[in-house]
């Protein structure tokens, strides 16, 4: 198992290069990550390379086994590129490029940065390719930034678009342009719409698709001189977790192995349920285990940092990780850097250089790793419930949200968070996925829904699966067109009810639901509402208003094999969402094994020779959970009884 | 009378249109707007021009009666414009044009644009004018934006100075450049004040004047093609209500009717004031009926719609149109259509195309329209009380509103809304209006006030008017100098005091407040205080703090015949109002036919044959009104009795 | 003394000009600014002077014994200059030039624009040189904007950093460039740090000392050549107290007198601690007495004014300044002028040039003064204690605030805010400062600490100081590297503690703090803590919560013959504050004279002859104070019993 922490040798004196490597290998560590922002030291001038100093780093590395992950170094340029070659800028709405002196600041369809960013790949797998202790390759740095508004990212994406409609006509259909008289009658008059609140909703996600294309685009072209180059090293990319401007699914698949950015200690210590969906997701992008390629050692931030991770946050935050997946754990970073724009971004060493507490607490959770070890192999987690993550969705919405406040990562987050208080793992699929593997789907938000894939949903509902939608859900095309069918269109049979009309429930109001049996209670509505009318549906909660009694605000249907719950609204209350999801839960049969308490989180890695239980504790204070019995804690040796005592921060891993 | 619908064939197949037609014509419609956005089918290439598409949607039209108001396209210019000519594309102030794709987006001092927009006016023209069923004219679609900064704006507005002006002698005393050392030796040097909060206020105001006159200058010249190519239609434009950019009155002059655009159905249920008050204003623009040209239909908004309305709210909104002298109801739109940035915008048809809810409430209120029509001939309010409107004021205030807070438009709604729960039609009119028309005249916030205003006002109340004025009145003349007189200047006989000094009041403070009779009560001076020293004047109310003890809050003043009341500040509370309005209609010899409850609206349209009164609950529970005994209600034909019950959003209309 | 006006002539007709100076001699004044915004009327046309118009004035001013400073008038620039010199006007950052029309807005580093700044300059003191009435300059008028992003400020910077850092080793050296791979290899690469928020803290710290210094050589230019022409006058120029843009003590080098200009009412009446603050950091920068050269006159504002000071408060305001030092009271300004942007900005007299309240209060506070001209003279402030005030860390914390919140002058704030309360007087100083003139020297948030200014202090506390530090002093260098050793640094034998880890608090939270004596009581810690680990030092205050009961929150270390104060955290509580203030105060062995009671201020002014207390009122409540019996106040003439009843902004000076 990996084990590790990003370096930059290149921010300290050599001398200390060797202290450094000694501190990580009593650390148990046997990994670093390295390079990714380091271009001008190894191509100090326009194609002159010097790597003799990397070389020499390496060896430094090596002498107390540590292997290396090295870094395409094109994350940032040196300053000779943006002198020599200001069209490698990025050019911002007015009109001005980027400064260099940042980071990710270039542009994409750059055929200036395309070429040199292709040479210094070339030349480092050319340089490293039989350096012993090199063992794979992330491309960039956190892909994702900045969008261009140059010349060329518009011919770019004129001729984007011209391969994927072909032809005017379906430019114009696929688009909608008779709205507002928009016709397009030549590929040239295509503009990039600029204003994501006023231009054309199917242009903007055409242009967001594109720039996501653009960034996998330049990381394919890495992919192939690094595969050719060093056919014995991995490749993988440091992926952002939730970030929302690329499809990651698409960035993943010229990838090994994923690996993300880990950095979830910042305000308030709270319940982490989105590093745990990130993770989710993570696993989800190849369908595998992932890595942590960089994980919060210590307070962080450009301006100003977050909070100092408490004693035993750390190792917690890095148990969340290995529940859900995570095959690997590198720390980001060694030593805080003295200089420069992250010099308040803290590692395991602080400015001084001592081994002090956060060290240690890295090196404590190496050691237990390591005992974990064999137990592990093999492991990942298997879940029966998926959450369709579908990042057309995502854009759709968050160009045109609809109902005001509406964003498609919350209200994933909606059911996503019930589901862990619930204690049942989760996979975030693809809408490409294959939903028979589940036996539960839920697909809130799911704004843009194709013909296809709704057929491919009522399909698997009609084999026995459930499925469960929300307000909003198969408005659009694939374009982004809006279906001429009444809602939910061909998920109609599916969920039994037809929608007439919508609303759009202003911030300060609530309307009163109330449910019966299995979701009985009363909740509040915010925010949207379908004027959902039952068919052949059952009537799981209804609303109280004048307006609104004639509609439904949850319903459950029987379609074939399978079940298919509609939820009409948004609801102020967790309590809702757990009894919605725990209705859920029944209809597919899915039980979870432990129902941790709050703030507690469950998950589970299972393998041909082992089935592990992990048990987080997000609070400060101890947390009493009910387990199998007379199994074997790991990290303590001991067997469980029925209850197990987790401390502030605490984990316990259970054989089961 | 005219009920229709904004509808755009060319969002639809051919092969829908005639199914449209049928269900228009079934909902009780004979008009349909159209053609705004459509410029680009019109004129596909530069100076090719093609109408039969258009020819065949109006005779589609015309089978089932209905007539056609067609607009000039002028409010979305083809792509082939944009690549074209870029400098048809305001420049904005961070130096880039607008990107082609949205609407509006044109500057309207570029030659090209001119040139153009009067081509396919006069094509259109030549083209439509012996159409049968083509009835009038629309231009362009909602003037008023944008704003544009490039050379040629910058060049006109020293042109359009140079002819107002006629000497730079003039323009530095009107702008008062000795401040600063601003003074001006060259109409070159004339640049465009594009910030509002640190040029000259002078220059910002006529800068102001300028977009508005370019606007009106835009709209002229269509206007003379059409007047010479199709004598027989009328000419309109949609208007937007309070919209504050343009000087409406001037836009208006050369049109037959007014129209507007009404769309007040977003957040909660609300008392509508303001589409009330708009009403007012689209009335007093050429002192006639008015048309709406757009009304709500369902949900809308670019990015996340609003509320959809609740049963009989569409109707509800229609009638508080009729009651302020709408002329005829055309719904906007008439499908929702299901491409570009308006597709949440919603029709009476959902993206379905079905003839649902909203479709039936609209047909509905056609159907009683059509009952009401021969009462309603003739008829228009007939208004005893007055309230300036002065857009020079409102823009002066807007540039420099002195207290913090000050809007001039919120001004006015002060007493607007006391008015309007008082049961009295109000008359919004420009400061060139005949008062003696009227027993009180409202001038709230009346910053700018040429000398000839202030005589004009001043022999009005000596010949027996009441005028009302409030703190900040008067402080500017025509160019935005401020008076050398003390305040308030040529107004102080009419109001029998003198201010020396006047006070911001910061947003958390507030000056207790003492009336007597009429105004008895306590209330609360928030944002500003004018220290009235009274002379002649009476004291209606006074201030308790230390510092104000020897100011008055309120004053009334005998003048002449007539009376000046004078309100010193700005009072927190509703009731302050209500008590205000009441003393100025006493002394005006005002009463209400009936004080209706809150919640409802009272308005009365008078004609020679027919006098109606209208009541309009806005709230969603049932209203008890007193009304007049023994008249006809003529939407049940039932005679009256003292208590008539309105239902939530119930509308009566009473023969008097 | 001077007491006195800004006016502007250049505002009225010739013919006011002797009323005007009538007013201002039977208002007691003796001096008028003029002419700093009227280069246009001083120079019509490129390279032509005219000042007939000024020699006028100045005659007219002179006939009532007016003594006039004249104001270099570079402030504005002509009409003519912007648009025969477009290069002059600043480059905002999206590219675009500042719009001629407002002020201010000038690029610093505009050949074209040094030279005629130098020409209109050598142009007025040649020809005012002799007439007699004219007795000083002030230069430009209240530098400090705009930043300029041009190319001619961009080789600037280059070659300002050329002089500073000699080689590019060193350049890299000091600004780290190795984070991030921005090594800098051509002097011609560096750019403007354009985003504060993301470019190296290091180049941002030089951006703005470099800003700073184009400032002061701007003003220097002007100096050089005003000492030259006019060596019988003194200059000065208008400071804008805690304005945070400029190195005030490089800008005040160059100057024979700091003046300053105090504009404190604006919203609710409220205890003045920054202009009291403001005023002792202007006499700081020369260390001697300072001016008021314009000072609140009535409510001001550009968009919106402030409040209208009550009656008794214009002149409380001129009090607080003459306590602390002012030797010159000049009131901004005469008359509101009518036109302009400063419309609203009020004088002494209002738009109609009637010599009303204001004017009167004026008037009456000119009377008082010269009844203690004599007693005044020669006295100065005497301190005992100071804050270092430090440019260095105030920029380094606004690029780069560490914790969420960190203001550097708000960090200041608490500690002055508790001085002042404890009625004792504080001198601000710089870094440079000799500390052995006072018992106790503060220096919170000195985030910038280069180890000669570490040394410096301690060797202050070894001889006998009270230093007090509080959390995140000494993270950086001067350059804005971080210091690789472990915090305090070179100050850890000062305070005796260690620092190995700090933490930010999020806003909503707090820790409890519990205080022993001398700090007793219950406070609560906000928005950062230093994680103090005490050493040789006396722990005074500590922490409740579980992770942080090992550190302290407030220690005390004796060393050599001083103390040091260590405050590790930000609290929230006045309380807390005062009683660390009287801690250190009592281990400096200083005493206040008087103990105020909330909301009165105390100041005392010293001289050879004459030592005289100054109480403040800055409540709308009448005060009682004890105060030493038997002496007289000079206002009143009384002798003082030991309780004295201060009035509503009342003040009483005190012969001791």
Redesign the interface.
Known sequence: MYIGVDYYP??WPEERWSTDARLMQEAGFNVVRLGE?????ME??DGVFTFAKWDRALAALAERGLSAILCT?TA?M???V??KHPETLALQ????RL?????KNNCFSSGTYRFLSQRITRAMAEHFADTPNVIGWQTDNEFGNPFCYCASCRADFQHWLRRKYETLDELNRA????????????W??I?????A???????CLDWQRHFSWMNVRFQHEQVEILRAGCPRHFITHNFMGLFPELDYYDLAKDLDVVSWDNYPV???PEVRYDSSMAADLMRGLLARNFWIMEQTAG?G????????P??GELRNVCYQQLAHGADAQVWFRWR?????????WHGLL?????A???YQEAAQTAGEYRTLEKALAGTTVKADVAILYDYDSLWAVR????????DYTTAVRRFYRALFRAGVNVDLIPPTADFSLYKAVFAPDLCVLPDALAEHLAAYVKRGGVLLSDCRTGVKDATG??????LPGLLAPVFGIEI???????G??THAISGRAPIAGSFNATLSTD?VIPGTAEVLASYQD??LQAYAAVTRNRCGDGWGYYVGTVAKEDAFYDAVVAAVLASAAVQALVTPPAGVEVSRRQGPKADLLFLINHT?EPKAVTVPAGKTELLSGKKTRRELLLE?FGVAVIQL
């Open positions: 290149e921010h922002f380091d271009w001008v030291n100090p001038e170094p940032v040196p300053a000779w943006a002198h709405k007015d009109g001005t400064t260099w002196g940042v980071r688009w909608g342009t008779h709205f507002w008289g928009h016709r397009i009658q030549s040239e008059e503009t990039i719409p600029d204003d609140t006023s231009h054309n909703p199917s242009a910042w305000g308030a307070p931030g450009w301006g100003a940092y977050g909070r100092n408490r004693p805080t850097c003295t200089a420069g724009r992250e010099q308040y602080g400015h001084d250089g001592r002090l507490r956060r160009i045109q949200p609809g109902y005001g406040g509406n067109l809006c279906h001429e069918r009444t007439q009309e919508y609303d759009a429930v202003p300060n109001v004027w004048w307006h400060e502030r």
